[in-house]
């Protein structure tokens, strides 16, 4: 259903539920049923607090969330069983569409996911409405806890309520989607919808884009969509020398990185050796440097991931996700990032795109003292250097650039064949790989 932090598939990091049952003498030894984890979106910490304690007397745990960017973080980090959705969140407002609006991409990012509603005294409408968008079940104001957490124990376990999309993966009462793309900007949204659109079918789908915005979360979104969702995709890098062998064996999708730094035969060979039955999912820098054989085969479409200067609006939301997660691996509070440090974030230059930023949230994260990060702790602004890089500042010569220079040069004369390249510039495979990702080539 909902991606689950591997943490949590041994019980270990999921949220636990409470030791006391409902009778105050520990968990029902009697009872064989494990806790589920659920997701409460609910504004409220009132029902926030009353619900917490009713599930965990049943034996489950709930994760509160306050509002839907809350909610798709805590889903793109964890995964549960169940969601409970307030239909309203915004104070003063009853018309259910802030609601019906997360609901639907809740269950278009994940058609197996298990949620029911809450709705307004007298929504029966509204409830209907809900359950034609995927919804299992619904709960009338005021609801009874006991027979609200019967009815979210039911739905666990019933099939969903709709049909899977044409050519898509099937949609089992386990869901099976585990990726999620946040942001909420028009730009994310239309990649969103594009692999809503694309995903479900077997044509060859180009990701484009700068390195580090997202294009493998999104190849892995292309095939979670897709008929093959169940089974992992193989991953190819064609920069290796078996990587054409690996594709004649290859079934169901298969992610192909770089097929633009083949030269042209080998381009036309890749096209010729792809499998009619296998989805080729490409994440490449250009799409104009294949050949048209290749282009044909895996680039029927094109999603271009947009770099973050063409989306700074969702650079706050995604700073706070990374916060969450950092937070949560390093077992420290969920930070909160002062006015100025958003601000910092939102205008900084990220030549490294959402890598860099998750990069940067992090190490706040781990040298910040009281769960508060400002300016300071993003040391924006210092470019870090290159990992292993052995820079002098007030060198005239940029020994660094001269490097990524000979190697991006060597690659070229080589037809980006790294064995040959690596060969000529003295190096192993290995340590030309490594440079290769240090200037990012
Ligand atoms: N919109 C997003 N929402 C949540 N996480 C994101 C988003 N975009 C990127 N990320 C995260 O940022 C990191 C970098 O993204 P990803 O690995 O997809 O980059 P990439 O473009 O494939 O880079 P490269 O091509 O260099 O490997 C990953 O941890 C990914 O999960």
């Known amino acids: 259903m909902i991606k689950r932090d591997s943490r949590h598939t041994d019980g270990a990091d999921r949220p636990s539920p409470d030791t006391v049952s409902a009778n105050g003498q520990g968990p029902d030894a009697s009872s064989e049923k494990p806790g589920l ?26 994760t509160v969330a306050p509002d839907p960017e809350e909610a798709f973080s805590q889903l793109a980090r964890t995964q549960f069983d169940g969601i409970v959705l307030d239909l ?69 376990t019933r099939e969903p309520n709709i049909a899977p999309a044409a050519g898509g993966p099937a949609v ?26 694309v995903g479900p079918t077997m044509a060859g789908a180009a990701i484009t884009g700068p390195s580090g915005a997202g294009r493998t979360l999104t190849a892995l979104a292309v095939h979670a969509a897709s008929v093959h969702a169940d089974s992992a995709p193989s991953l190819i890098d064609l920069r290796e020398d078996s990587a054409l062998d690996a594709i004649v064996e290859a079934t169901g999708s298969v992610l192909l990185r770089h097929p633009d730094r083949l030269d042209e035969l080998a381009q036309d060979r890749l096209a010729a050796l792809l499998p009619d039955h ?22 029927t479409i094109e999603l271009a991931v947009p770099p973050l200067a063409q989306r700074r609006d969702d650079i706050p939301i995604l700073a706070r996700h ?33 890598r860099g930023l998750a990069a940067a949230v992090e190490r706040a994260v781990l040298l910040g003292e009281d769960g508060t990060i400002d300016t300071g702790a993003l040391a924006l602004g210092v470019p870090s250097p290159a990992p292993g890089a052995d820079r002098n500042e007030t060198s005239s010569y940029d020994l660094d ?17 790294v064995s040959h390249a690596a060969k000529a510039l003295g190096l192993s495979r290995g340590a030309l790989y490594r440079r290769m990702e240090r200037h990012g080539l």
Do not use: Y
């Not at 949620?115 to 968008?133: D, F, S």
């Not at 937070?327 to 795109?353: H, I, K, M, S, V």
């Not at 650039?401 to 064949?417: F, G, K, V, Y």
């Open 37 to 62: 984890a659920i997701l409460l979106i609910d504004d409220r910490p009132e029902v926030a607090t009353a619900m917490e304690i009713a599930f965990r007397m049943a034996g489950h745990s709930l």
């Open 88 to 156: 309203n969140f915004s104070p003063g407002k009853s018309d259910g569409k802030e609601g019906l609006a997360c609901l639907e991409r809740i269950m278009a990012d994940d058609p197996g996911a298990c949620v029911v509603v809450l709705t307004a005294h007298g929504g029966v409408r509204m409830a209907v409405t809900a359950m034609q968008k995927g919804a299992r079940d619904f709960a009338v104001k005021p609801w009874n806890n006991a027979d609200l957490i019967a009815k979210v124990e039911a739905a666990v």
């Open 172 to 197: 089992t009462g386990r869901g099976t989607r585990q990726v999620r793309i946040l942001g909420e900007t028009a730009i994310i949204e239309q990649l969103r919808q594009m692999i809503r659109r």
């Open 278 to 299: 296998v989805r080729p999912i490409a994440i490449l820098d250009r799409i104009d440097r294949l050949t048209p054989a290749l282009r044909r085969r895996i680039a």
């Open 322 to 354: 990374f916060g969450a997660d950092a937070a949560e691996r390093f077992g420290r509070p969920a930070p909160r990032f002062t006015e100025a440090a958003e601000t910092a974030l939102r205008e900084a230059d990220w030549p490294d795109e959402v």
């Open 401 to 417: 650039r001269s490097e990524r220079a000979m190697i991006a040069a060597a690659l070229a004369e080589h037809h980006h064949n």
